[in-house]
């Protein structure tokens, strides 16, 4: 395909992916669709809580709109790219370890492979891996529930997390896409239904108990979450327990009482006095809902965390994983889900994870897992995992390929826009995988990792990818 076509095809792409998100924010702002599609049944073999009940189910359901379909192009010339990929790869900034994969999304075929199967800490990539074993298990259209329901008493109401942590404080900002449920609108909604009961004095409880386990990561260093990198994790935080929602840090050191917290002076706003006392508490099975609201739907928290590379999302979305697959909602139990979903889609080797993130320096992933995991998730046969593609930051554009320090040098900046991947960055550790449409219009889809980088390798973790889109 001549240079011109390409640019076509590109630019229709990224029409379509304005389309999409422009029907997304409709959807989540209207009745389009969304009440008949509601799942009725909750998650498979959940972990019981202590007290022996099930966690509450949090999947609801809406539509899924992004589709990615590869090209019937020819092949790159296999010798071409195999002669420019290994010369870049000999650049001694990417160090002494280096895992590199190219892959034929169409069929599946290796097209260029160096240490495809070593073990390297992946960093932020982790999150492609944990996003598409999320929207394997759960589906594209699941939703996160927050709920309050009654207490012991017709006076007592209980604060129930469903592990949203976009779920909004009181001073969000309005977020266009993906659109967040709002703490404000829950006590809205609750502080009606209990003055249509004549209640306007309540004692007020919440319940965290949907996530279990170690609220900090094994392999996380003792930084990242004074450094607002992440926050511990909780099935109850708002504004991914950020203090200043506009602000990484500092991130507070209890979410579920800090969101506790704000619920109750939200409730004041609206009629309701709570008492001084705000404590953790247990809901009752089967208890009476008073309100609830809903997260986006999967597939846009999906597009989300790849774009911005959100540390909370990913391990929260991790978590509900271990519990569709049966598992505790621990680090522990959603490295285990992750592997299981995996398996399902027929990545049954090279994936080795402590969290969902990729800040834990223990997890190690394959090149030739990730580009096969990419691979899949772009393919007809696998609908459900598409939106892992239009989530993928665009070179030179968005998210963290767009901030202009990426595809900027020569040898790159010539594929800007043409080339989708999710970054990684820890100390010593760049990686970079995604896909890109050759030249003759093949989909392709590629993955290199260092973790043994002396500086910083992203401009030659850049070049590789050129390499690829205009093989």
Not at 315 to 341: D, M, Y
Not at 369 to 374: D, E, L, P, Q, V
Request: aromatic residues 4%; charged residues 20%; proline residues 7%.
């Amino acid at each position: 395909m001549a240079r011109h076509e390409r640019w076509v095809m590109m630019t229709t792409l990224v029409m379509l992916q304005v389309l999409t998100i422009v029907i997304a924010v409709y959807a989540m702002n209207s009745d389009f669709t969304l009440g008949a599609l509601t799942r009725e049944t909750p998650p498979a073999g959940p972990t019981p809580s202590p007290e022996g009940s099930p966690p509450v189910p949090v999947i609801t359901a809406g539509p899924l709109l992004a589709q990615v379909r590869a090209g019937n192009g020819p092949l790159p010339t296999k010798g071409t790219l195999t002669r420019q990929l290994t010369r870049a790869l000999g650049d001694e900034e990417l160090g002494t370890r280096v895992g590199a994969v190219v892959i034929d999304a169409a069929t599946g075929q290796q097209i260029f492979a160096s240490n495809p199967d070593v073990g390297i800490t992946p960093a932020s990539t982790t999150k492609v891996i944990t996003c598409t074993a999320a929207l394997a298990s759960l589906g594209p259209d699941a939703r996160l529930t927050t709920r309050v329901v009654q207490g012991a008493s017709a006076n007592s109401i209980v604060l129930v997390g469903g592990g949203d942590p976009t779920l909004a404080g009181p001073s969000a900002g309005n977020r266009s896409y993906p659109k967040q449920a709002s703490l404000a609108t829950l006590a809205s909604r609750t502080a009606a239904a209990l003055k249509a009961k004549g209640v306007t004095k309540v004692t007020l409880s919440y319940d965290a108990s949907l996530f279990t386990g170690t609220p900090v990561a094994p392999g996380w260093k003792p930084g990242y979450i004074p450094d607002g990198e992440v926050a511990p994790v909780y099935a109850l935080a708002i504004d991914e327990g950020r203090r200043d929602p506009d602000q990484r840090q500092p991130r507070v050191s209890d979410p579920p009482q800090y969101a506790a917290a704000a619920f109750a002076r939200l409730l004041g706003k609206y009629g309701v006095k709570t008492a001084k006392t705000v404590r953790p508490a247990k809901a009752a099975a089967g208890a009476a809902e008073l309100g609830k609201v809903e997260s986006a739907p999967l597939y846009a928290l999906v597009e989300h965390t790849l774009t911005f590379s959100d540390n909370d999302l990913a391990e929260a979305l991790s978590r509900h994983v271990a519990i569709k697959e049966g598992q505790p909602a621990s680090f522990e139990g959603g490295s285990k889900a992750v592997i299981t979903a995996l398996r399902r889609i027929g990545i049954t080797k090279g994936v080795q994870v402590s969290d969902g993130s990729g800040l834990s320096i223990r997890n190690r992933i394959s090149a030739d897992a990730m580009a096969r995991t990419i691979a899949l998730a772009s393919g007809a046969s696998n609908p459900d995992l598409h939106p892992i593609a239009p989530g993928m930051p665009i070179a030179g554009f968005t998210g963290t390929l767009g901030n202009g320090r990426r595809f900027t040098e020569r040898d790159a900046k010539g594929q800007v826009g043409l080339v989708r991947a999710k970054t990684g960055t820890l100390n010593n550790v760049n990686t970079l995988a995604g896909l890109a449409t050759t030249k003759d219009g093949r989909l392709v889809t590629f993955a290199f990792l260092a973790d043994r980088v002396p500086a910083s390798a992203e401009p030659i973790l850049d070049r590789l990818a050129a390499i690829v889109a205009r093989s």
